[in-house]
């Protein structure tokens, strides 16, 4: 990726090419003005020299998660947002991307969906750099507004319509150390172009046994998606959400989650607490809006879990 950005200080020719002989001593090559072709020499290529400016691939360094669940309501919006600041709160570069027609991330940031000009959909669909949609409150964020509701449809008609968000994410991913991805409740083209941009997938469920039913059609798609669209992306983890530690119901959630996805169910449970139905309303995380709150507690706990994770996959 970053490789197409890296040019050759000289016109030489390419190493490993030789200029062919002089056409005089060659009665059958091609006239002078035909463009010239070079003669392959197995030699050993030396490393080609970059431009200070030129960004190798090193360099792209943003982990891409999305946060999906086609379940409406499991607090996908409340986890992206959340842990985003907490992320933040640990030094780390953060960058929210809105992909919900909802603008529910953008609206729990204080912003309304209804007078934003530009947004998500401008970047998907005519290829307005993202940098252009990109506010910063809390932490950064890449905003929607309600028009993203046709995105879908329009980029159904476009060539590589399941990589517009990746494209798009090129421009920034070395500006920042986690792109959090917020997609609405359906398995539709805007959450296949967020499991395609994205290095891993993080799944909030409800803690409740209806919620659990979908994360097979879930796998299905992301299945789908591997194997034609991007190879390596996977579930990193599933955030139990709303959890109310009193209920039996819920504790049995839990044992099923861990029974059949084992360590990909984070420690952290999110309780359920109206607190983070308050935060939005002002605007605000929970992490600002009540800093030494349990409710913000738990998502720096989640934080800690990620960067753990992300930490050991580095190192692995
Ligand atoms: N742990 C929690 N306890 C209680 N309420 C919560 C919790 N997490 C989120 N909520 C509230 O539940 C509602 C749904 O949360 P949220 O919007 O984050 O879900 P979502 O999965 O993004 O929904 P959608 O599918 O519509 O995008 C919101 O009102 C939110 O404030
Ligand atoms: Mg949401």
Redesign the pocket.
């Known amino acids: 990726m970053g490789l197409s950005r890296i040019r050759l200080r000289s016109a030489q020719p390419p190493a490993g090419l030789d200029p062919p002989a002089e056409p005089e001593s060659q009665p059958d090559s091609e006239p002078k003005s035909a463009p010239r072709a070079y003669r392959l020499q197995v030699v050993p290529a030396p490393r080609p020299e970059l431009r200070l400016a030129e960004v190798p691939e090193a360099a792209v360094t943003a982990r891409v998660i999305a946060f999906a669940?086609q379940?409406?309501?499991?607090?996908?919006?409340?986890?992206t947002l959340n842990l985003g600041v907490a992320l933040g709160e640990r030094g780390k570069r953060v960058l929210l991307v809105d992909l919900?027609p909802?603008g529910?991330l953008t609206m729990s940031q204080g912003m309304n969906p209804d007078a934003i000009e530009r947004s998500m959909f401008d970047v998907l669909v005519h290829r307005v750099p993202i940098s252009d949609v990109i506010q910063t409150v809390e932490v950064d964020i890449a905003v929607a507004s309600i028009d993203l509701a046709g995105a879908e449809l329009a980029l159904s008609a476009l060539i590589g319509r399941e990589r517009a968000l990746d494209k798009a994410l090129v421009e920034v991913r070395d500006r920042y150390d986690f792109i959090l991805l917020?997609t609405?409740?359906s398995l539709g083209l805007l959450t296949i172009n967020a499991f395609v941009a994205a290095n891993g997938v993080i799944v909030?469920v409800q803690c409740e046994y209806l919620s659990l039913r979908g994360l097979v059609q879930l796998e299905n798609t992301l299945a789908m998606v591997r194997e034609n669209l991007n190879p390596d992306v996977r579930v990193e983890g599933i955030v139990p959400?709303?959890?109310d530690g009193r209920t039996l119901h819920a504790r049995e959630a839990i044992e099923i989650l861990e029974e059949h996805f084992g360590d990909l169910v984070f420690e952290t449970r999110?309780?359920?607490?109206?607190r983070?139905?308050e935060a939005?309303v002002k605007g605000s995380s929970v992490l600002r809006y009540e800093p030494s709150g349990p409710?913000a507690q738990a998502y720096r706990d989640l934080a800690k879990e990620v960067l753990d994770g992300a930490e050991a996959r580095e190192h692995a």
């Open positions: 669940n379940k409406g309501g499991v607090a996908k919006t409340t986890t919900d909802q529910n917020d609405p409740p909030p959400t709303m959890y999110i309780r359920k607490t109206v983070y139905a939005p409710a």
